[in-house]
């Protein structure tokens, strides 16, 4: 694992795209994947580093980032993971070590806007369940999550 460097931005772009498609069709429709899933650019993500965004990926024998977790203001702002390289506690790892990097910053709770299919990972992950809400996805669909949270004295 290492930080995300600017030039890390198509392989982000394209395990995102994939970990997003992925999700299947049991909380999301086809329609809303592809709408969650549009309008990605591979500069998005150092513009987000330039605004203050920090992001941790995991990384193949290439160096190339197969995940990545983003982190901002006490919040994770998206944990994705190529389908290829799921199941392999991957995530879990990733979110420990950004919860490890934000208690250094001082922050004592994190929240997370969490889809609908990753619920059910940040409760065993030791996060609660806040209300739901709808946000717009970058195709312009409205798409529901759930803000979750997680209080730090344990990390």
Request: charge should be neutral.
């Amino acid at each position: 694992m290492r930080l995300a460097r600017a030039d890390d931005g198509l392989a982000m772009k394209r395990l995102h795209r994939r970990a997003i498609l992925a999700t299947g069709p049991a909380f999301y429709s086809a329609e809303l994947r592809q709408s969650w899933a549009s309008g990605l650019r591979p500069e998005g993500y150092a513009e987000a580093m330039r605004d203050g965004e920090v992001f941790d990926v995991a990384v193949d024998e290439e160096d190339t980032p197969v995940a990545f977790c983003g982190r901002k203001d006490g919040t994770v702002k998206g944990l994705y993971v190529d389908p290829a390289y799921q199941g392999r506690g991957i995530a879990a790892l990733l979110l420990k070590r950004a919860e490890r990097r934000l208690a250094e910053e001082g922050v004592t709770a994190i929240r997370i806007d969490a889809s609908l299919p990753a619920v059910a990972f940040y409760e065993k992950q030791g996060y609660a369940r806040g209300a739901r809400h709808l946000d717009r996805t970058r195709g312009g669909l409205e798409i529901e999550s759930l803000w979750m949270t997680k209080i730090l004295d344990s990390v």
